[in-house]
């Protein structure tokens, strides 16, 4: 069928003249992007105009086909041709059908949105476009796709942090509009509402009742057994459904707090036992509870959903009940640790447990992402375990992903996964590469990446890190500590010598303004890890320095200059992010003066601890003058400090 010839338009599109904003708004997308391919640009209406028209959403002459509607999820789509003239982009839904339009430009015209913003988009430029007429009928095999912090949904007014919600949709990411099961008890029972009426509604600790000091708090967790409790949910849910009517579910999430009720009416309803966390199992107690308020719900509003976190205290499924089948419980675990033979059995017992109480599950994991200072790519491992997901239940998924743009394919690549699992990677990794810095280069990113990708699924299991992170039993932990950057001393200076020349090689080969730019954005992220890696090696070498021993105190002022120019560089970078689109949010997130405050002194002992024998021992004063006229301006100011104190 033919949409363009010669850069000329061949073809219109159409809506129907009641269509929902949102579908004119995908009309409107398609018509914008085939005008950037093609430079045609399509009339657009209600009516057809021309030999051939594309029907986006349920038109007149769609209703008149039949399509297999009753086969699709509401995020599912159609593609297909009615007859020679007319072509049909239709979804389950009006969301469906905006997904239908970018499955359609990137099948048919070739587009690809790599990464936020104008940097990301590739847009093939043609002049003809002729496109299959075949039926194409697709749904996703996870129904929720979110990734902590892409919002699909829009960038509210007063949210400093970038949410790149075009970049979420044109990926299909969705959010909680789907399903709701995030931490909300606190919000189910303020203590604006209840806490004078039914004071009994909140935990009693330590032999005293808690009432929390605002709505905002969370610190605590309902009591379950209290009389009355769950028709106050059902009430409370009730006109929470009334006041939101599109709403498809209520979380009934835990609070994020270990303080459950103590009384003895609570106890009774659990099994005194440890779950496998080690914690306190709440489980039978808690679904209790959530299977009466379900089930009353559900005789007003049948057709909801209610989510919740399997997490710390109910990490466990119930033992005296099954789980309600509206319910879906969130499996809260990073499964890179199934890399871990015994971490894996032990975690895949547990993920059996749940399918014997449960109908439905969801997964919650954490795919970071910006807070690690080295590229963690663990694709292979991913696509396994969501392969494996499918099979078992689970049939929504969110992750912290946090993205770091600097791992280049990783957010893209997990958003088609997760439409996807059975997708072939190596095809998504090299379309990926090659649109984004030309053919060329795609081996050394790919070479990159790998490299980074062996790092993060072979070369750390078993390490220390993997171990002992958070300083518990490894069979206790839910998911791997960013904050413990010890995973840094586990990185050979080889990869990174190795990376540092790949990265360059990409940069060379990378052939279009824009595949030159977008290489540059990956380099100046590399060289933010490789910074990092030096810098913090430098406090390793600085806490190991012995600064009554003149030898060790030497050694560290030889190393002084590369290990502080690597903290400089990455300060420089850092402040570069500030104004970055692309790496704002790494800026807002990991900038050393915010949440990370200790690495703006990496390594500065290294010149510091020399300030004892500075006066004493005149090799290590003379060191330190030498320094002093270093051309690394921190280690000149740091060095100058030290002479002059010991010359006091």
């Given at each position: ?6 850069h ?20 409107k ?14 009339p ?94 697709e ?101 929470y ?9 209520y ?38 509870w959530a ?34 089948p ?19 059995a ?34 292979h ?121 790949l ?49 060790s ?31 704002h ?5 990991v ?58």
């Open positions: 069928m033919i949409i363009v010839e010669d000329q338009p061949q073809a219109s599109i159409v809506v129907a003249a009641g269509a929902s904003e949102q579908v004119k708004a995908a009309a997308t398609l018509q914008t992007y085939l005008q950037k391919s093609t430079g045609a640009t399509l657009l209406g209600n009516v057809a105009q021309g030999q051939v028209a594309i029907h986006v959403g349920l038109t007149a002459y769609a209703k008149t086909l039949a399509l297999p509607l009753g086969k699709l999820d509401k995020e599912g789509f159609i593609l297909q041709g009615g007859d020679a003239r007319n072509f049909i982009i239709a979804g389950g839904s009006d969301l469906g059908t905006e997904y239908a339009v970018y499955d359609f430009l990137e099948r048919y015209v070739g587009i690809r949105w790599l990464l936020p913003g104008e940097i990301g988009e590739d847009i093939p430029q043609r002049a003809d476009l002729n496109i299959p007429v075949a039926r194409v009928l749904n996703p095999a996870y129904l929720l796709r979110y990734f902590w912090t892409l919002e699909p949904s829009g960038q509210s007014a007063d949210d400093p942090y970038p949410r790149y919600p075009s970049w979420a949709r044109q990926n299909r990411i969705n959010n909680f509009s789907r399903i709701s099961f995030h931490h909300n008890l606190l919000h189910l029972f303020p203590p604006s509402v209840f806490a004078k009426s039914n004071p009994e509604f909140y935990p009693l600790l330590d032999g005293k009742r808690y009432i929390p000091q605002n709505d905002a708090e969370e610190q605590w967790q309902p009591n379950f057994s209290a009389p009355g409790i769950v028709d106050a949910a059902v009430a409370q849910i009730d006109k459904f009334q006041e939101h009517p599109d709403a498809g579910s979380s009934l999430g835990m609070n994020d707090s270990p303080k459950f009720d103590e009384s003895p009416a609570s106890k009774t309803r659990r099994n005194g036992k440890r779950n496998s966390l080690g914690k306190e199992d709440v489980s039978d107690d808690y679904f209790r299977n009466e308020v379900v089930e009353k719900v559900l005789v007003k509003y049948p057709d909801k959903w209610f989510g919740t976190l399997a997490y710390d205290e109910i990490a466990d499924p119930p033992t005296t009940v099954k789980v309600h509206r319910i879906v419980p969130f499996l809260t675990y990073e499964r890179l640790f199934w890399l871990d033979p015994a971490l894996k032990h975690n895949q017992k547990l993920q059996a447990r749940w399918e014997q109480a449960s109908a439905i599950l969801g997964w919650y994991d954490y795919h970071y992402g910006m807070m690690y200072m080295a590229p963690r790519v663990h694709l491992q991913t696509q396994a375990v969501l392969q494996y997901g499918t099979k078992h239940k689970v049939r929504f998924h969110t992750a912290e992903l946090f993205a770091n743009w600097g791992e280049g394919p990783k957010p893209w690549v997990l958003s088609k996964l997760l439409w996807n699992p059975n997708a072939n990677l190596e095809t998504l990794m090299d379309d990926w590469c090659n649109r984004a810095v030309g053919a060329e280069a795609t081996p050394k990113l790919k070479t990159y990446y790998a490299n980074w990708e062996r790092f993060w699924t072979k070369d750390i299991v078993g390490t220390a890190f993997w171990n002992k992170s958070f300083g518990v039993d490894k069979f206790q932990r839910q998911y791997l500590s960013y904050n413990d950057l010890s995973y840094l001393n586990e990185i050979p200076e080889s990869i990174i010598v190795d990376s540092d020349r990265m360059n090689e990409v940069v060379q080969l990378a052939k279009t303004p824009l595949q030159k730019q977008r290489a540059q954005k990956l380099a100046l992220m590399w060289e933010f890890y490789k910074t990092s890696y030096y810098a913090y090696q430098g406090e390793m070498i600085a806490a190991q320095t012995d600064s009554t021993n003149p030898q105190v030497l050694d560290g002022l030889e190393k002084a200059d590369v290990h502080l120019a690597a903290l400089a560089r990455r300060r420089e970078i850092m402040e570069s992010f500030k104004d970055d689109p692309l790496f949010d790494v800026y807002l997130r900038n050393p003066d915010g949440n990370r405050g200790s690495d703006v002194k990496w390594g500065h002992d290294l010149v510091l601890k020399a300030g004892p024998l500075a006066r004493a021992n005149d090799a290590v004063l003379n060191k330190l003058e030498a320094l002093a006229h270093s051309q690394n301006t921190l280690v000149q100011k740091l060095s100058s400090e030290v002479v002059l104190n010991a010359r006091r």
